[in-house]
């Protein structure tokens, strides 16, 4: 099923859409994304629907053909201050703010968000799959994201972030048993023993 375009035609609207919410470490990451009206690619999606592979072979993809694109990143800690729903809104507006032209509205994948100043904004459920510019920026998000984890994690190799990502796999959740946390976990998530 070929994405959307745009939500309404005639505009310009920015996609914007978060990575790494269910993760026990590392940072909650957004992009937001705006497309020009031509642009058409067969192999963008929702980053959760297509292999590592392809993830890193759009993204150049995006960058080159985006009108404009913003990366935003909260922290461990900011998450623990704020919570990681504040947090998602906090990364997709830092990732809003880098955007180098004007738009008229924001699309969001998801079914709430903080209203950025002076923009409306529509939220969609699965937006990601639906609209380029929100897949666009998925794939932003998941590979900005990921990039970082394979950094960190080795300072920390035993986590093994490189394969998990932060996610809460058995073996990060062991790992974390056996050796305690670091300053890139998430104090506030209740971390359950496998």
Same mark, same amino acid.
């Given at each position: 099923?070929?994405?959307?375009?745009?939500?309404?035609?005639?505009?310009?609207?920015?996609?914007?859409?978060?990575?790494?919410?269910?993760?026990?470490?590392?940072?909650?990451?957004?992009?937001?994304?705006?497309?020009?009206?031509?642009?058409?690619?067969?192999?963008?999606?929702?980053?959760?629907?297509?292999?590592?592979?392809?993830?890193?072979?759009?993204?150049?993809?995006?960058?080159?053909?985006?009108?404009?694109?913003?990366?935003?990143?909260?922290? %461990?800690?900011?998450?623990?201050?704020?919570?990681?729903?504040?947090?998602?809104?906090?990364?997709?507006?830092?990732?809003?703010?880098?955007?180098?032209?004007?738009?008229?509205?924001?699309?969001?994948?998801?079914?709430?968000?903080?209203?950025?100043?002076?923009?409306?904004?529509?939220?969609?459920?699965?937006?990601?799959?639906?609209?380029?510019?929100? %897949?666009?920026?998925?794939?932003?998000?998941?590979?900005?994201?990921?990039?970082?984890?394979?950094?960190?994690?080795?300072?920390?190799?035993?986590?093994?972030?490189?394969?998990?990502?932060?996610?809460?796999?058995?073996?990060?959740?062991?790992?974390?048993?056996?050796?305690?946390?670091?300053?890139?976990?998430?104090?506030?998530?209740?971390?359950?023993?496998?």
């Amino acid at each position: 099923m070929a994405l959307n375009r745009f939500l309404e035609a005639g505009r310009t609207e920015v996609g914007t859409d978060e990575a790494g919410r269910g993760c026990l470490a590392g940072p909650v990451v957004a992009a937001a994304v705006i497309l020009p009206e031509g642009f058409n690619n067969e192999i963008l999606n929702d980053s959760k629907q297509i292999s590592e592979k392809k993830r890193y072979a759009l993204r150049p993809i995006i960058e080159a053909s985006a009108l404009a694109y913003g990366i935003g990143f909260v922290t %461990a800690q900011e998450i623990d201050e704020i919570n990681i729903l504040n947090a998602s809104f906090l990364a997709m507006h830092r990732a809003i703010d880098q955007l180098k032209i004007d738009f008229d509205h924001i699309l969001v994948d998801g079914n709430r968000f903080k209203a950025y100043p002076n923009k409306p904004h529509t939220c969609i459920v699965k937006g990601d799959a639906k609209f380029q510019s929100i %897949a666009a920026a998925s794939i932003l998000a998941k590979t900005y994201r990921d990039d970082y984890m394979l950094k960190i994690a080795q300072e920390f190799p035993y986590y093994e972030w490189n394969r998990n990502k932060g996610y809460p796999t058995k073996a990060h959740v062991d790992s974390i048993l056996k050796n305690g946390t670091c300053h890139h976990h998430r104090k506030s998530y209740h971390i359950k023993a496998y």
